[in-house]
């Protein structure tokens, strides 16, 4: 556990090894965060419900930073506003790494009590910071988006996962029937770890279904925008017919993935190695669900409930596929099949149809953890599956992670579903 703490924590340093002061302080968006404030964050929640709480003796490295570096818990008091977070110029960048260092020290050094007595919030820990490392990087990939010059967060040449000895292609769309009748959903007494939404295990019914066996790619997407897919609203729920054409708060019509530019066959989009061509092979990424309940339409399909993805899942490796390894430019590929489905785990979260709400007998942790995944069970939906910038080993085929139907700067795809 301890190496497992180390070498997460040496990962987030790694990960803003090549930011300035600047890059590492601005807040794009009010959905984002910048990349110091991650970095802080996951240190405050080891400073404060473990060396504050469990360690007799332990003084805070700033008595003045949980103000700034609590995110939302309720249970811990007052807190600065989530869209202000750009506005902290200090703490400066070495202050936080300081704050970093100062608190992994008295965790190892408290580490033995802490694992007799305590090691679940230790693994809580380090899954937290896990998910934080996703962020910082799609968070960096936006704000560099939003800077005319498209900056690189990192060259090709550095790939985030170890690359294939040759590039795959995607392979041509076909469809594997799922188990039918009932099926036991949730994280088991085998798991190692599971946030408390994966939990309890219980049974669901599943209707007899078909799964595609690979995520939907670039070029079909592109065929999807040529047939006027954005532009028919038949193809598109009320409120995200509203949201595509700007109607709902939004500063903009929406006409192509986020961060694509061009037009025809020609298109380009943003990624953390610059300006790129859109690779037609690979799966088309950072879509809104509202986008990938349009296409499915358009398709003749429907998105997979989360029932069906977990079915599918069990029994085939979570930390296969392309997920994140090392610091790097990620990025989705088209991958290899393996079992008939190909990126199951990692690539790109895959969008389901079902909305984020407790498991029959779902009950919160105990303490202001408990606030980690319950209160956000309202006006959300689930994905699925994890992306190339889900560190490896993170997911597993319980994990449910849950944005707005609207939001789209995760790397977010869809794989197709229908029934029977």
């Not at 398709?299 to 029932?307: S, V, Y």
């Not at 079902?354 to 029959?360: D, I, K």
Request: net charge negative; charged share 20%; hydrophobic share 40%.
């Amino acid at each position: 556990m301890a190496d497992r703490f180390q070498r997460t924590r040496h990962l987030s340093r790694d990960l803003v090894q090549g930011l300035n002061e600047a890059d590492a302080a601005v807040q794009s968006m009010p959905d984002a965060s910048p990349a110091k404030w991650h970095l802080a964050h996951t240190t405050w929640f080891f400073e404060t419900f473990l060396l504050r709480d469990h360690v007799p003796g332990y003084r805070l490295h700033d008595p003045r930073w949980p103000f700034l570096f609590n995110s939302y818990y309720e249970a811990e008091g007052a807190r600065l506003a989530r869209p202000e977070r750009g506005l902290l110029t200090r703490p400066t960048l070495a202050d936080v790494l300081d704050y970093r260092a100062h608190v992994e020290a008295a965790m190892l050094e408290a580490m033995p009590l802490l694992l007799e007595r305590h090691g679940e919030l230790v693994e809580l820990g380090i899954q937290h910071e896990q998910q934080h490392q996703e962020l910082l990087l799609t968070d960096i990939k936006h704000l560099f988006s939003r800077n005319p010059l498209g900056p690189a967060y990192a060259a090709p040449s550095t790939p985030a996962s170890t690359p294939p000895a040759t590039p795959a292609r995607s392979a041509p769309l076909r469809w594997i029937e799922g188990p039918e009748g009932l099926a036991e959903i949730g994280a088991g007494p085998d798991e190692r770890f599971a946030f408390d939404n994966e939990l309890p295990r219980h049974p669901a019914w599943l209707a007899p279904h078909a799964l595609a066996n690979r995520p939907v790619t670039n070029g079909e997407w592109i065929e999807f925008i040529a047939d006027q897919g954005y532009g028919t609203a038949a193809l598109w729920l009320s409120d995200g017919w509203d949201w595509v054409r700007g109607a709902a708060g939004g500063l903009e019509t929406v006409s192509a993935p986020l961060y694509w530019r061009g037009g025809g066959r020609q298109w380009e989009q943003f990624t953390l190695a610059g300006w790129q061509d859109v690779d037609p092979e690979a799966p088309v990424t950072h879509i809104s669900f509202y986008e990938a309940d349009a296409f499915a339409t358009w398709a003749g399909a429907r998105l997979p409930t989360e029932h069906e993805w977990e079915a599918a899942a069990r029994g085939r490796d979570p930390f296969g596929g392309l997920q994140l390894d090392r610091a790097g430019p990620a990025a989705p590929r088209a991958e290899e099949e393996v079992d008939g489905f190909a990126s199951l785990y990692g690539n790109v979260w895959e969008w389901t149809g079902s909305a984020y709400r407790p498991w029959p007998g779902y009950r919160p942790a105990a303490g202001a953890v408990g606030e980690y995944n319950g209160k956000f069970m309202s006006s959300q939906f689930v994905l699925r599956g994890g992306s190339c910038a889900t560190p490896r080993g993170h997911v597993r085929p319980s994990y449910r992670n849950f944005f707005h139907p609207h939001q789209r700067w995760q790397f977010t795809g869809l794989r197709l579903a229908r029934s029977l």
